[in-house]
Each structure stands twice: as C-alpha cells, then as structure tokens.
C-alpha cells in the first residue's frame, strides 16, 4: 500500500510539475501578446503619421520633416551617426516620395 501510494504521489509530482509549466508558458504568451499589442496603440498614438513599406508591409516607419525622401537620402547623419536612409530597412524599397508609402496599419513589422 506504501509502495502504490509512492508511486502515485510521485506521478502527481510530475503531472503537476507539467502543468505548472504548461500554465507560465500559457502566461509568458498572453503577456507578450498584450505587451505587442500594447506597443502598437503607443505607436499609433505617438505617430498618427506612421506609414509601412508598399512593397512589404514593414512598419511602422516614421516620416519626419520632409515629402522628398531624396533630398536627405544617403546624407552623413549630424554627430557622425552613419547615414540617413529613407529605404526600407526590411527590403530596401525607396522612392522620393512620401505619399507612395502606405499608412500603418498597426502591426508590428
């Protein structure tokens, strides 16, 4: 009787220990869905002009200042921080003009 009562404790150890697991990866998911999600309302609120990629859908991509994405394009950034690109940064796609972006959809790409 010892021996059965061991072992089935034992299982319960071990399905419980499953479940628990099973129960903080279940959380972790739904946090990090709610973290995205709350990322996204930010951004929209602190864009409202945020536009994506035509060609990939990469967004949010900030706009910021000028509609003629060639005139700055490839300039040394001030401070010496690289370049300033107004590409793509998934597919590199560019074109002068700010109106051929699309608005942002909201979803973090």
Not at 2 to 15: G, P
Not at 44 to 67: D, F, L
Request: charged share 25%.
């Amino acid at each position: 009787e010892q021996r059965l009562f061991t072992q089935l404790q034992q299982r319960f150890q071990v399905d419980l220990a499953s479940a628990k697991a099973e129960f903080e990866r279940a959380g972790t998911v739904a946090r990090t869905a709610q973290d995205a999600a709350a990322t996204a309302e930010f951004m929209r609120r602190q864009y409202p002009n945020a536009v994506q990629c035509p060609r990939c859908s990469a967004g949010p991509v900030i706009p910021e200042n000028c509609y003629d994405l060639q005139a700055h394009h490839g300039e040394h950034a001030q401070g010496g921080r690289g370049r300033i690109s107004n590409a793509c940064p998934a597919c590199q796609f560019f074109s002068r003009e700010r109106g051929d972006w699309v608005r942002w959809n909201g979803q973090m790409r």
